[in-house]
């Protein structure tokens, strides 16, 4: 099974600052690769797929990048509704989830 | 857009099958580019992937190692929605589930759209 692991677990932020989370598989999956915003109480809602293309709707100061076993989710300016949990997936063999970056506010 | 809308009981005793349905809205469940996928999360284990059926000329399904000798996903087409049937339940399957769909064809892909949730306790 294909692990996923990321950094850092949760992490505090002031509105208008760039936050950068990490995701690293324990092989290589290509770009099988999707990121999640979860809030309290809610189902994930995809943001991004393919490691870098933008889910429809999804604010463009959300981007992805990576390739093989190295992914990164940033958000250019932190808004105050994205404060929540973000998840990354991979597709390349039976689904996986990694264990969740829990942005606060600072 | 599809829609997902989930329905089941909350608690299920030790033992048990825990079945939950998830109806469709906006799709088909015999789409032949989607697939119906189930999906769990808890404190101790995060985001599971449990397993998804399919339909591309005939049914397709596909299980979780973990969860493979217990879990059944079956479509009704009459009814347009999908479920789910865990036999044997434990404490451990504790968790709140989520349907889920993904347009990867035959291959996996990101879950477009989920459904909102259910919390399934398992105790006596």
């Known amino acids: 099974a294909i692990q996923l692991t990321q950094s850092p677990s949760s992490l505090s932020a002031s509105v208008g600052d760039r936050v950068t989370i990490t995701c690293r598989a324990s092989q290589g999956i290509n770009t099988d690769l999707a990121w999640y915003q979860q809030k309290s109480g809610k189902p994930p809602s995809l943001l991004i797929y393919?490691?870098?293309s933008l889910e429809s709707g999804v604010p463009s100061r959300f981007s992805g990048s990576g390739s093989g076993t190295d992914f990164t989710l940033t958000i250019s300016s932190l808004q105050p509704e994205d404060f929540a949990t973000y998840y990354c997936q991979q597709y390349n063999n039976y689904p996986s989830f990694g264990g969740g970056t829990k942005v606060e506010i600072k | 857009q599809v829609q997902l809308q989930q329905s089941g009981p909350g608690l299920v005793k030790p033992s048990q099958t825990l079945s939950l349905t998830c109806g469709i809205s906006g799709d088909s469940v015999s789409s032949d580019s989607a697939a119906w996928n189930w999906i769990r999360q808890s404190p101790s284990r995060g985001l599971e992937w449990l397993g998804r059926t399919y339909y591309r000329s005939k049914w397709y399904d596909e299980y979780a190692l973990s969860v493979r000798s217990r879990i059944t996903i079956n479509a009704d087409t009459s009814k347009n929605q999908f479920s789910l049937h865990l036999t044997s339940v434990t404490p451990e399957d504790t968790a709140v589930y989520f349907c889920a769909v993904d347009y990867g064809g035959f291959y996996y892909y990101a879950m477009y759209v989920w459904g909102q949730g259910t919390t399934v306790t398992v105790s006596s």
């Open positions: 393919d490691a870098s």
